[in-house]
């Protein structure tokens, strides 16, 4: 385990974390949800993969598609 | 418990009988030999059995009154609009399994399972449903995922063709039944590349098709269908077996491929069968006085025009082939910034709806019933008149006989809150269950004096008969058992307990130890992880 000294956050950062963690059953405390932030950003980070570029839901297709199949008429 | 693959194979509406039939005329070997040295039974079904709440209860593992989706088309809450449902809204309601397994480190390969639009971007690949994809839009995560897909398949589609309106003569089913087969054949290539290039711990991959087939041509193996022909079914009586047979050479190709320690699960959403009628619940709820239209010029002429000029017209325009597209056209109209909207200008609609005359409506096909009540915008039904109003709705109803056919339509009107356990949100007030062959429909248009109609299409899923669908289990951590029944919203707890990891909290269901072999059966909150993980994908997303 890597101590990071040179990371610095506010007290009153710290003590969203604290009120974040709490919220949340499966966070043990603050450290534990810092720690599982940090790594999901870094997976994510990582993958780089593009994102998909949703488009609307276009009502008039699914709406097509519904009456193709009959679920409306 | 397992340490290998588990793979969920889903077949849209296949009926139990039509599985059965196929296995004892020696059609299907692969599922027999799957029924016969692994577990066997039933998939129940939600209420009713339409696809995109019962997909919906089988990814969250809850109720439908827990993740909000309980139809294609949603109500908004103390309101009266409607939109379509979409996998943004299920998971602005609930978490569907992939995500809880996403959170554990455990990838995921998602094909198929509506809502399924946009695809999620969890670890592994998600490809997304037939219904909720608009045309040309990105279906796929990854997204080089895609175009590898149209590169290495010329046909491929995300969705199984319909007949389009096409008519059902023995040439026109021949060209469909063909070009639908293509189709599906270039999909099922499609997942077994999947299969092969994806090492995912999970694999959940639903085939739409026989639903669509079915719904197209289920009716030709009865031929006291009104609209059955002879000569079309002695073609194709049998084409949903000849397509159960590809499904069949596609589970013999995996189940050589799979490892010891892979769990296979087999299982349909639900069944399907003939519709003979069709029934117009809003009709209804206007002819008994629960609903009311306005008494504006426009309305009372659309309703003359219904009721006296409509069938005709309908008539005259699908013999010359134009009724399809013209109406069609005229729904498209809608919202569309055109000059004109010819939808609320020809169709009776909610546009026509006196809310505040009105007790009782509907907003989708299938059964459900809303109360106005006084929550709403234009609310009518105070809490004091509420069961006294359910109760004469649910009265009437199973006491409604068809004058045709002579028998009952509605064999049963549940509570909302019993038919969806601690229901949230716009919760149907009642769900009616029709009896066999009897669909409830939702036109675009009402017909307020008709409230029997031809059914849209000549089979569905609809009554309690085709609650039930298909359930096999395959592989060393599946106990012989023969004739289960396993609730939708089992199946998610199952696999967490499968793969020994908690139960997410939140899921209804339970896990089914009967079945398989034992593995983690507690259960812990997910739900910060969960947050952490959508945090950080749509901060990232936005980098």
């Known amino acids: 385990m890597v101590i990071m000294p040179d990371i610095e956050i506010s007290d009153e950062l710290y003590s969203r974390y604290e009120r974040l963690a709490a919220k949340f059953d499966d966070f043990e405390n603050e450290t534990a949800l810092i720690q599982y932030l940090l790594e999901s950003a870094a997976d994510e980070l990582e993958r780089n993969v593009p994102a998909v570029q949703s488009d609307g839901i276009t009502n008039e297709a699914v709406k097509d598609r519904l009456e193709d199949l009959g679920y409306i008429e | 418990m397992t340490d290998g693959t588990v793979y969920v194979i889903g077949l849209d509406g296949v009926p139990p009988e039509l599985l059965s039939r196929g296995i004892e005329a020696g059609q299907l070997p692969t599922f027999a030999r799957l029924a016969d040295e692994g577990a066997r039974g039933t998939t129940k079904s939600t209420l009713p059995p339409i696809s995109m709440m019962a997909w919906s209860t089988f990814a969250t593992g809850q109720n439908p009154g827990n993740h909000g989706i309980f139809n294609f088309l949603l109500k908004e809450e103390n309101g009266y609009g409607t939109e379509f449902a979409t996998a943004d809204q299920l998971r602005a309601n609930a978490v569907p399994f992939w995500e809880h397994l996403d959170v554990q480190g455990v990838s995921t390969g998602v094909m198929n399972v509506m809502p399924g639009y946009p695809p999620p971007r969890t670890k592994g690949f998600h490809i997304s449903d037939h219904i909720t994809t608009p045309p040309g839009a990105p279906f796929a995560h990854p997204p080089a995922l895609a175009e590898e897909f149209q590169a290495a398949f010329d046909e491929f589609q995300i969705g199984p063709p319909t007949a389009e309106g096409g008519g059902m003569d023995r040439n026109e089913v021949d060209e469909y039944v063909e070009r639908f087969f293509a189709v599906e054949r270039d999909r099922i290539d499609a997942t077994k590349a999947l299969i092969e290039q994806w090492d995912c711990r999970v694999m959940l991959l639903v085939f739409s098709a026989p639903d669509v087939l079915l719904h197209e041509i289920g009716h030709l193996r009865d031929p006291d269908h009104p609209d059955y022909r002879q000569d079309v079914a002695k073609a194709h009586a049998d084409t949903p077996l000849d397509l159960l ?81 013209i109406k069609r056209r005229v729904a498209r109209s809608s919202g569309d910034g055109g000059r004109i909207d010819w939808a609320r200008l020809l169709t009776i609609s909610q546009h026509d709806i006196d809310w505040v005359a009105t007790e009782a409506f509907t907003v989708a096909g299938d059964g459900q019933i809303y109360i106005n009540t006084i929550d709403h915008a234009d609310g009518t039904v105070s809490s004091a008149e509420y069961k006294q109003v359910r109760d004469s709705i649910r009265t009437a109803l199973l006491e409604l006989e068809d004058p045709v056919r002579e028998q009952s339509v509605i064999a049963a009107v549940e509570d909302g809150e019993d038919a969806y356990a601690d229901g949230q949100g716009p919760c149907p007030d009642l769900v ?111 980098l």
């Not at chain 2, 006085?289 to 000029?309: A, D, E, I």
């Not at chain 2, 609730?487 to 707890?493: F, Q, R, T």
């Not at chain 2, 983690?520 to 994908?537: A, H, L, N, P």
């Open chain 2, 432 to 542: 009616c269950v029709p009896e066999q062959g009897y669909r409830l429909m939702f036109p675009q248009t009402m017909q307020t004096g008709q409230v029997f109609g031809e059914p849209q299409k000549p089979a569905s899923h609809t009554s309690a008969a085709e609650r039930d669908g298909v359930f096999i289990a395959w592989g060393d951590a599946v106990c012989d058992i023969d004739d289960v029944s396993v609730g939708l919203d089992e199946y998610a707890p199952t696999i967490f307990h499968l793969l020994d990891l908690p139960i997410p909290d939140v899921m209804d269901g339970t896990p089914r130890s009967d079945v398989f072999e034992c593995g983690d059966t507690s259960r812990e909150s997910y739900d910060g992880r969960v947050s952490v993980k959508r945090t950080v994908r749509s901060v990232v997303r936005s």
């Open chain 2, 245 to 325: 047979e590809e499904y069949d050479s596609f589970l013999e190709w995996l189940t050589d491929r799979m490892a010891n320690d892979d769990t296979l699960v087999v299982l349909s959403d639900h069944g399907h069968g003939p519709i003979y009628s069709a029934f117009n619940l809003n009709s209804w709820l206007h002819q008994e006085g629960f609903l009311s239209l306005k008494s504006t010029p426009l309305t009372l002429l659309k309703r003359v025009g219904y009721n006296h000029l409509f069938d005709t017209a309908k008539k005259g325009m699908k013999r010359l082939g134009l009724y399809h597209h």
